[in-house]
């Protein structure tokens, strides 16, 4: 059995991580069996790599590896590109098509992204999984399959699997073995080293010196965060390494190729949500309903105090606030004065009275007319009241009611008056 650092150095991995170190003897201990594998970490963390050192120590060594990125391939071809197809089964299959499952046979398949699969090839390659069988897409015929498996992804499968995106059954099929890969950010002491090869690669490539960071610079290299990991710490030596004349990289230099270099702090989540926090449309009906019946209730006691007191100034005082609030004025002085609540609430100094009411709420019960719900007879209202405002002057009426006097003239026509 290869030791782990003749393993990095076969297959160019860089760090000494003990995280690391410990996914890679993971790798070299499943290797020789034919269980399941799945790799998991964020993206850009080198994931492909753990597939290759599996197929590199197995007995398999010697028959096809394929990889596969499940995300790249279109929902309605991924089970044509995985297990193949018969001539007709749709439209443009021109002759018959061996998948990539009847093409690895003896060897070893590598399904990046597995997380994105669709359900239904989630259930095609679950039989696989069980019993090495498949049918392709428009075949009756069982075929059989002799793979080994290895998938990798960097979503979080138990979410996905509350989600309902990504079968249970089949998530314990594939991670018989899990094996995970830490990010950049938790490998403080790799990512130095791992800038200076990038660095030295890139040199030989382009034919150029190499560029070197100065203290402040390598001090910004282990703060930042590095969402994007190895990949994206590899694509920035390459920028400075193409760009910058001076091949001694400052502090400046270096953070203009680091994006939001001032948003890396943690931040605490909280796993409850606030009182603020609405978890459905429904909660939030209720709160605007409870919000209306609130300033119903404010409006009535309102309007109660001003017909069992009287439009006196000290009951506009009192209900300052109140008033502020129904009304939504950014100063109650707008109000000039007690007559002014009255014609804003319309109510009719007659029925003011001054003596105790027994039943506080009487007036809600004395409803002499109900109000009329025909908009023809609301628009002959509207017209009346407009033409006696305007001593029967057309012209002012049609004005005030947001039409032409010819229209006026034409209902007025229709209403004979």
Known sequence: MESVHAIKQRFGI?????????????????????????????????????????????????????????????EGTIDSELFGHEKGAFTGATSTRSGYFEEADGGTIFLDEVGELPLPTQ?????????????KVGSSKTQKTDVRIVAATNVKMFEAINQEKFREDLYYRLSTVEINLPPLRD??????LLFRKFASDFASKYKMPTIRLEDDAVQLLLKYRWSGNIRQLRNVAEQISVLEQNRSITLEKLRAYLPDTGANLPAVVGSKKGESDFSSEREILYK?????????????????ELMENGNNASVREENKSLIKK?????????????????????????SVVSAPVSDKYHFAEDVEEEETLSLQEKELELIEKSLERHNGKRKAAAKELGISERTLYRKIKQYDL
């Open 14 to 74: 860089i760090g000494d991580d003990p995280k690391l170190n410990r996914s890679i003897e993971k790798a070299i201990q499943v290797a020789p069996t034919d269980i399941s594998v799945l790799v998991t970490g964020e993206s850009g963390v080198g994931k492909e790599s753990i597939p290759r050192i599996i197929h590199a120590l197995s007995h398999r060594k010697h028959n096809k590896y394929i990889a596969v990125n499940c995300g790249a391939i279109p």
């Open 123 to 135: 259930v095609r390659l679950l039989r696989v999984l069980e019993n090495g069988e498949f049918l």
């Open 187 to 192: 490998r403080k002491d790799d990512i130095h």
């Open 288 to 304: 605007v309903l409870f919000d209306m019946k609130s300033d119903l209730n404010d409006l009535k006691k309102l309007t109660l």
């Open 326 to 350: 129904i009304y939504q004025e950014e100063d109650t002085d707008a109000f000039e004065s007690a007559e002014d609540i009255t014609e804003v609430l319309q109510i009719p100094q007659e």
